[in-house]
Nanobody, 123 residues
Framework: QVRLVESGGGLVQAGGSLRLSCAAS????????MGWFRQAPGKEREFVAA????????YYAGSVQGRFIISRDNAKNTVYLQMSSLKPEDTAVYYC????????????????WGQGTQVTVSS
């Protein structure tokens, strides 16, 4: 069992930056692939970024490539999402998720989810 708690969301102006954190509790954090998804009102949950458990390879959605950076600190059981050049369309609830295996870009590939943190980008 893995428990995930997100933090770092908030209100920011367009062009600004935020760093989200996801603290994991439970065993074998380093063996889980970690992902970030987001869901805006009236829209489906969408993939944002992921990082593999082994070699730490990052994966990004095209809409955030070059603006967001995902990283992990296995010693702290934490995964981060550094978001820069934020746009109003980035406004959403951001969720952290963990997977033991599966497609990294699909929500159904993840086994555990956090409660989410709100990110609001004003124009």
């Amino acid at each position: 069992q893995v428990r995930l708690v997100e933090s770092g969301g908030g209100l920011v102006q367009a062009g600004g930056s935020l760093r989200l954190s996801c603290a994991a509790s439970g065993r074998s954090f380093s063996s889980y692939g970690m992902g970030w998804f987001r869901q805006a009102p009236g829209k489906e949950r969408e993939f944002v970024a992921a990082i593999s458990w082994g070699d730490g390879n990052p994966y990004y959605a095209g809409s955030v490539q070059g603006r967001f950076i995902i990283s992990r600190d296995n010693a702290k059981n934490t995964v981060y999402l550094q978001m820069s050049s934020l746009k109003p369309e980035d406004t959403a609830v951001y969720y952290c998720a963990a997977q033991s295996r599966g497609p990294v870009r699909r929500a159904e590939g993840y086994d555990y989810w956090g409660q989410g943190t709100q990110v609001t980008v004003s124009s």
